[in-house]
């Protein structure tokens, strides 16, 4: 029911926004669409890919830093954005003077969209590395086969969320302390009176122990098969057949010589 409540509350804000970004294809100086395409996508792409390649092939990046390296890359591409499009400049050689301010023609006039992008790009890089670098880094054990440098790795992964669930315990107090009748802190006192009434008999803990070795040899050995059944698993999906890899990689070879051919020959 949550699922379906979302996605229609999605739809709803898609088809709000497609509404309102009519006039701002109106107000866009340039009648050809592939150019308005490609400003709005220099104005708000740069951000994700920095973030994105960075997470792939640095793994330094953390969450803070990937969060505010996208936060900052946004604000400056909306504010482009917004100084694109509320200033408008009359067309090309119709002889009007351009009534935009000398700032907004500072900024827009003398910097072309696609030069725009590029220095966007690496603003995000710089902010991504710089807060990844002051904040604390994710551990190595959970980072197997999520970056290319450990794509291969056949070890299990710890969540990022068991790995902080670790640290809370960690440093969690390991006694809560108590107070009395008279409001005495007697935090030494109960703790010693629960060792008294927590405390075994010799004969107790026997049995106890006795217990506890039948009873978890099993499931130690479940354990056991369960995580190597899963090491298995992630080996078989992680090895790629010789001529599959090779084929996708030709074929990767030839969409990226025909993209740029196409943006080459259309620019």
Known sequence: VEQLIVGRACIVVLVVVSVAWIPVIQNSSNSQLFVYIQSITSFLAPPLTAVYILAVFWTRTNEPGAFWGL??????????????????????????PDPRPELVKLLVGKVHYLHFSILLFVFTFVVTIAVSLLTKPIPAKCLHRLTFWTRFSTEPRVSIREWRNEEEDEHATPREVQRGPAGVINGAAVDALQQTEDKPTARKRGKSKHKEVVTASPADEETKKSEQEEIEELVGHIREDPKQKQFVNIMAVVCMVAATFLWGFYA
């Open 71 to 96: 936060m900052m890359g946004l604000v400056v591409g909306i504010i482009r954005f917004a100084l694109e499009f509320s200033f408008v400049k009359p067309p090309c050689g119709s002889g009007e």
